[in-house]
């Protein structure tokens, strides 16, 4: 009776909400003409989870004629707070730009307070023929890649406070291209304050230091016949260099690791999942990770019959030079200044959707991809209790069986000898 | 070979033979049906009579991902397909062999569930074509009613032109035939498949359908010419002639040891978990193993290839030594084995299949034959045709469900529900072995005791079943799962001859 009791305070600890969500979009910023009017120049979203003894921040800019960046911070202290001088911050040609976002407990700069940090860039979306129907982005077979750059979309934004989640569609200034009739990206972020699972495939499992993140191409104009589409990411691990721009030792690296899991019990066939890992290079512990399930789905309700591969390249290392918009980044620039950015370890990878024979993107015109971001360890996926429950069962009950078979083959036996002794003694011979 | 075979189609210029004469002119050549050369001739023609139905009979297993993705259904809609092949033989298989003997004659018989078959290939395949899962459903309905009937034709026609020890081959012949099917099936739809996409992109599927219902004609071909070589055969009296059998008594059901019952409960927990996987298991090895289309159809279909060399060498082993639970017991065990591995590892599933291909043979040579050793020879027929029904039952129930728990749950769950089929087959056996000991029904003796008591019975009382019988093994049993027939059978056609 004991574990089980133990077992379910423990699930109700899990489940119950211990942390507090704020959103804010733009905040501070109220009168400022890069604020103002139903579009601003500037739009930053910036969600803290508030912890009994630590706070996640999420800082998103999508801003005009930028690519959408995001940072997470993860800091010791929870009373932190990141604070915007938002007269800097607007004007990105001044070098003031720099160490306009700052992390403050109190009145009080406290970047050492900084356990975690990670940032992401979503650079642009890959088009590519595939004409040998492979869904291999990689191939070289595959020609006429074409890259549409996200700093050309203008960002609708709305938040939801009550579920901690905002919507950001992206739609072009000009339909053009990718985008020439009324094709979207959307993405969905909800900061999650307990830990539970994505209601929908391929449910996800979080925890309380977690976000989920979707992205959704629906109505993109396909340029070819097998056309098929990827994000182009960039991440970097800001920990290398402190806020105030100065390189600190080489501890901490991102990598890509695939991990192979038996269990596909809530993402039916899939069982593969990806990881991106800020790791300290000596003890290969992960202080923050983006990880998500190897599939996609076709359909606006996800299900086994429209689900489809995800698929990853390898990180790749790059200087800034072959990569344009980063120097016109104002979050980039806010938090490394513009001589900083040349030198950073930026990470590129695509992640390209699709799998042979499924029509391409053109069949159904609609992607949607699912993944979880956060701070500390990846929530482990761990059997269901319905799983275990068969195992027991399925062990146990032989077992009694067999169990129940011996004790009984015994007491016949046992019976028949009594019973031929007393007919011995007695001389009577019994029937049967 | 059908070169051979076309002096023998204009048999109306044979002349009328006398009674009594044992062969005709050109006495040992082809022409004569007594010849072995005439006699190879059918068997090739009994062989190929059923591979049209078994290579259709797993289309939807090889063409897994095409099917979905064509059609735009999930798992469930797609098990269906297997569902409905089976719900005809739930009430079928009791009446095929009456239907055979009593109604259409088994040449007619044949032809007509031959074309059963491919009347229902080309309905599944236009069903493809228009884009109707539910005409597709109806194909399979079709597909069911002619596959499973002519098997038992396809029985009863070895029973009339083989005897003995040649039977025993014969059947393994076919058997084997089946099993080359069903694997030619796995391993050239995907391609053909592929091949038609280069040329008709538009309707693929209906159009690889329609080719493989080319099987289909060839094995009705093949029923026609068998037809025709039969009914010679049988004026030149070179055969035996059909005998009829007790008709299949239902009520005999309510007399039925309790020991057949757990039988049943074997049969139907084990199969459940073979076919139904098997249906399901190519995406399963693509998307946990990494295993590309081709090699996934090759380790799906090792359970197939497997059985077809080790039947013979299982049944005659069992045949000889006895302990038919024990053998029962150690398959399901191993098969249980395979199914965790495959849940909860990732050790590598040619491993799991194999070891599953091989107790899946020697659950067939251990368990089919118990039947006949608890049940009067009159009710064997009823026996067979029960147990075979509710497996036709248990696949068709056991196929919705394990689509829907893909859709919902995944391949772990769905092992898992396989596990525990096998699980229930597992306690079904342990129970078995208590109450056969208990009882003392002899279905765990060795061959040896077996002998012993049957020729201690046989001083006591003289009355022997029919020994011409062809009830009892003229059951879908032995064409789908191999088993050898009992050898106290043989003994007694033997005789008769």
């Given at each position: 009776m004991k574990p089980v009791f133990v077992f379910l305070t423990l699930a109700l600890t899990l489940t119950t909400a211990n942390r507090k969500i704020s959103i804010g979009f733009?905040?501070?910023?109220?009168?400022?003409s890069g604020c103002n009017g139903p579009n601003p120049a500037s739009k930053l979203l910036y969600i803290k989870s508030e912890g009994d003894c630590d706070s996640i921040h999420y800082v998103w800019t999508f801003n005009q004629k930028s690519i959408p960046t995001l940072l997470i911070l993860e800091s010791s202290n929870n009373a932190s707070v990141v604070s915007i001088d938002w007269q800097s911050f607007l004007h990105i040609f001044n070098s003031s730009i720099h160490g306009s976002i700052r992390l403050k407990c109190g009145k009080q700069f406290c970047e050492d307070s900084v356990l975690s940090s990670s940032v992401y860039v979503l650079k642009s979306i890959i088009q590519y023929n595939d004409t040998k129907n492979n869904a291999d982005i990689t191939d070289k077979g595959n020609l006429y890649v074409s890259s549409y750059d996200l700093s050309n979309l203008n960002w609708n934004i709305s938040v939801s406070q009550e579920v901690n989640s905002f919507l950001v569609e992206g739609s072009p200034y000009n339909q053009t291209g990718t985008f020439s009739k009324d094709g979207k990206l959307i993405m969905k972020f909800t900061t999650k304050d307990k830990s539970g699972r994505g209601p929908l495939f391929p449910h996800l499992p979080y925890n309380d230091q977690s976000s989920m993140w979707e992205i959704i191409l629906t109505n993109l104009t396909t340029a070819f016949v097998g056309s098929r589409f990827a994000l182009d990411f960039l991440v970097v691990n800001p920990e290398n260099v402190s806020f105030s721009g100065q390189k600190t030792s080489l501890s901490k690296t991102v990598k890509k690791i695939t991990k192979w899991s038996i269990d596909d019990e809530y993402s039916p066939s899939v069982f593969t999942s990806q990881q991106i890992l800020w790791v300290n290079?000596?003890?290969?512990?992960?202080?923050s990770y983006w990880l998500w399930r190897t599939v996609c789905y076709t359909n606006v309700t996800p299900s086994r019959a429209f689900s489809s591969d995800v698929q990853t390249t390898n990180l790749v290392l790059i200087n800034k030079t072959t990569v344009t918009g980063l120097e016109s980044n104002h979050l980039l620039l806010a938090i490394f200044g513009k001589s900083v950015i040349d030198k950073l370890p930026f990470k590129r990878f695509s992640i390209s959707f699709g799998k042979p024979d499924d029509g391409f993107y053109r069949a159904t015109e609609y992607l949607s991809w699912t993944s979880l971001v956060g701070v500390g360890e990846p929530p482990a996926d761990s059997l269901s209790l319905m799983v275990v429950c068969i195992i027991f069962a399925g062990v146990g009950c032989p077992v009694l069986v067999i169990l129940f078979g011996a004790v009984y083959l015994v007491v016949r036996r046992c019976r028949k000898h009594r019973m031929q002794r007393v007919a011995l003694l007695s001389n009577y011979e019994p029937i049967g | 070979m059908h070169d051979e075979n076309s002096p023998l189609l204009d048999g109306a210029e044979e002349p009328v033979v006398k009674r009594g004469r044992r062969c005709n002119i050109n006495c040992g050549s082809i022409r004569d049906p007594t010849s072995l050369s005439h006699r190879l001739v059918v068997l090739t023609l009994m062989c190929f009579l059923g591979f049209g139905s078994y290579f259709c009979y797993d289309i939807p297993a090889a063409l897994h991902t095409q099917i979905r993705n064509d059609m735009d259904i999930n798992e469930a809609t797609f098990m269906q397909l297997y569902s409905w092949y089976s719900w005809p033989n739930v009430i079928l298989c009791f009446f095929g062999g009456f239907l055979i003997d009593r109604v259409l004659g088994v040449r007619v018989g044949c032809v007509l569930f031959s074309s059963f078959v491919l009347v229902g290939q080309l309905v599944f395949a236009l069903g493809a074509s228009v884009h109707h899962i539910w005409l597709m459903d109806m194909g399979r309905f079709i597909i069911g009613i002619g596959g499973e009937s002519l098997a038992v034709a396809q029985n009863t026609y070895a029973v009339l032109w083989f005897q003995g020890s040649d039977l025993n081959l014969v059947f393994g012949l076919q058997l084997s035939m089946a099993r080359i099917g069903s694997t030619v099936n796995m391993n050239v739809m995907g391609p053909v498949y592929s091949w038609v996409a280069s040329f008709c992109p538009s309707n693929t599927l209906g159009v690889s359908l329609f080719l493989a219902a080319s099987t289909c004609v060839f094995s009705l071909i093949c029923a026609i010419v068998l037809g025709l070589l039969d009914k010679r055969a049988e004026r030149l009296g070179a055969r035996k002639a059909q005998k009829t059998d007790e008709p299949i008594k239902l009520t005999a059901v309510k007399d039925f040891p309790l020991q057949l019952w757990l039988i049943f409960f074997i049969c139907v927990g084990y199969y459940v978990a073979i076919f139904p996987f098997i249906g399901l298991g190519k995406i399963f090895f693509e998307e946990k193993y990494g295993f590309t289309p081709a090699q996934s159809s090759a380790v799906n279909s090792i359970v197939y290839i497997l059985s077809a060399p080790c039947s013979p060498v299982f049944g005659f082993m069992v045949d000889r030594l006895g302990f038919n639970v024990t053998w029962v017991l150690l398959a399901v065990v191993a098969t249980l084995g395979s199914h965790v591995i495959l849940a909860f590892t990732f050790i590598n599933p040619w491993f799991s299949m194999c070891l599953m291909g091989v107790s899946y043979s020697l659950l067939a040579c251990a368990l089919w034959p118990m039947v006949a050793f608890i049940v009067d020879q009159c009710q064997l027929g009823t026996a067979y045709g029960f147990m075979q029904s509710i497996q036709n039952l248990g696949l068709a129930v056991i196929s919705l469900l394990a689509g829907l728990i893909l859709d919902g749950s995944g391949y772990l769950m769905l092992e898992l529900f396989f596990s525990a089929c096998v699980g229930v087959a597992l306690i079904c056996t342990l129970l078995l072995l208590l109450v056969d000991k208990v009882r003392e029904s002899g279905l765990n003796y060795s061959t040896k005791t077996r002998d012993r008591i049957a020729k201690e019975q046989e001083k006591s009382q003289d009355t022997r079943f029919d020994p011409k019988s062809v009830q009892g093994i003229r059951n879908r049993y032995y064409s789908r799962i191999g088993a050898q027939i009992p050898e106290h059978l043989f003994a007694q056609t033997k005789v008769s001859a």
């Open positions: 733009n905040p501070g910023c109220a009168g400022l290079i000596s003890s290969e512990r992960p202080s | -």
